[in-house]
């Protein structure tokens, strides 16, 4: 039996209840540095909340995130158009295109697109296309300028009242990237309490979430770029 609390995706549950999951080639592939079930249950209630249509996650390993995704849209609009989802993964191929067959399996490939590419090759052509999302989560390489490339160019993809996503938030490099959102982005990003979607988490849990030691951070996007060329830089 798989994970009770992942139960409403049965190869998510079977997923972290085996840490292993198949590849394309058919071999087993172990599947190391999940995300936490805390943050993926987060995530689900966070867009049964906001009931987002398009949504984009750079990075995407061996699929957990993306069939929380796919799922939960999938029992908000049933099964047909009305939403989708796009992954960036240019390293599918090191683990043997994992993520991308374990959507498969599920049958949740209909609505979903993966872009092989980098991030920061990726996202400028999106901007450039004129493609909007209402929910973006960042997980993909955690270097700052990495980080901070993902965060502009989600910035710009972001519809006005959509969500952006930060995993692994307490790593210096993503926390710096969020620093620099606190003092500089204010005006267009808003950080968002995540406690409300955070389900059965214990009161020590709880507990660090509210000083600021979360995994996930989240912000809504409240205006559009640019910036005025005078804005004055603040030291973060």
Do not use: C
Not at 109 to 122: G, H, I, M, R
Request: glycine share 8%; no cysteine.
């Amino acid at each position: 039996m798989g994970n009770n609390k992942l139960s409403f995706q049965a190869e998510l549950s079977e997923l972290y209840r085996t840490g292993k999951t198949i590849g394309r080639s058919g071999a087993v592939v172990n599947a190391t540095g999940l995300s936490t079930i805390s943050n993926l249950t987060t995530i689900r209630e966070l867009i049964i909340d906001k009931n987002p249509q398009s949504t984009l996650e750079i990075g995407m390993a061996y699929g957990g995130s993306a069939l929380v995704i796919l799922s939960t849209l999938q029992s908000i609009f049933g099964d047909n158009a009305q939403f989708h989802h796009t992954a960036i993964d240019p390293y599918q191929g090191q683990f043997d295109h994992a993520g991308v067959e374990i959507v498969k399996r599920a049958k949740l490939d209909q609505n979903f697109k993966w872009v092989e590419s980098s991030s920061e090759l990726a996202l400028p052509k999106m901007v450039a296309e004129g493609i909007k999302y209402d929910f973006i989560y960042i997980d993909g390489s955690h270097l700052f300028e990495h980080v901070f490339v993902d965060m502009f160019y989600s910035l710009m993809l972001l519809n006005k009242g959509g969500i952006m996503l930060f995993d692994d938030s307490m790593d210096s490099h993503v926390a710096k990237v969020i620093s620099f959102i606190k003092y500089n982005f204010n005006t267009y990003l808003k950080s968002i309490p995540l406690n409300s979607f955070r389900k059965n988490i214990s009161l020590h849990k709880m507990m660090a979430n509210a000083f600021g030691y979360a995994q996930l951070k989240g912000f809504v996007k409240v205006a559009d770029l640019p910036r005025p060329y005078n804005t004055p830089f603040v030291k973060f």
